[in-house]
Structures are given as structure tokens and as C-alpha cells.
């Protein structure tokens, strides 16, 4: 059985998560309005920089939740990230960030 310790501290990280989140969405959605080429590049830099913060807790979260409260990604959300990614791509990345191999 989980502490209840361990509960509060996935809690709070699934806070924190949520608000770099936000962030990021913040940071993409200026850039977005933003002519300057350099601030576009700027901005769309620190919205990666809170992707991975973003990716590398919810690695944490899930190695800490218990397997039997984890519950599946509705489709709804599934699609909403996907719909994320292809937003990015409709910013235009410049070249050396798009072809990378």
C-alpha cells in the first residue's frame, strides 16, 4: 500500500508539471505572435527547455504511482498532444533544429 507521503509528493509533482505546461504553451504561443526572428527562436528554445523538465518528471511520476492507479490516456488527450507536435511544426523550426539525424 502507497504511503501517504509518497501520494502528496506525486501530487505536488503532477502540479509542477501542470505548470511548466503552461508555461510551455505560453512560451510557444508568444512566439507565435512574435515577428523578431531571434526572439521567435529564443522563445521556442525555453518552451523546449520546459518540454524536457515537463518529460523528465513524468518519468519520475510514473516510476512512483502505483501500476493500479494509473489510468489509460483517454483518446481525447492522445490526440491533444499529437495536435501539439503538429503545432509545432506549424511555427517552423529552423532548419538545424527540423533536420537533425
Known amino acids: 500500500m502507497p504511503s501517504k507521503k509518497n ?3 506525486v ?3 503532477i502540479q509542477r508539471c501542470h505548470k ?3 508555461k510551455r504553451k505560453q ?5 507565435r505572435q512574435t515577428s523578431d ?4 527562436e529564443r522563445l521556442l528554445q525555453a518552451a523546449e527547455h520546459y518540454g524536457r523538465i515537463v518529460n523528465e ?3 519520475k511520476i510514473d516510476s512512483q504511482r502505483d501500476p493500479k492507479d494509473k489510468t489509460p490516456i483517454p483518446e ?5 498532444t499529437e495536435n501539439t507536435d503538429s503545432e509545432d ?3 517552423g523550426f529552423p532548419d538545424f533544429i527540423t533536420n537533425l539525424k
Open 20 to 22: 511548466w505546461r503552461q
Open 89 to 91: 511544426e506549424e511555427i
Open 11 to 13: 501530487g505536488q509533482m
Open 37 to 40: 526572428e531571434i526572439e521567435r
Open 7 to 9: 501520494q502528496t509528493s
Open 76 to 80: 481525447e488527450a492522445a490526440v491533444n
Open 27 to 31: 512560451y510557444i504561443d508568444q512566439a
Open 57 to 59: 518528471e513524468q518519468i
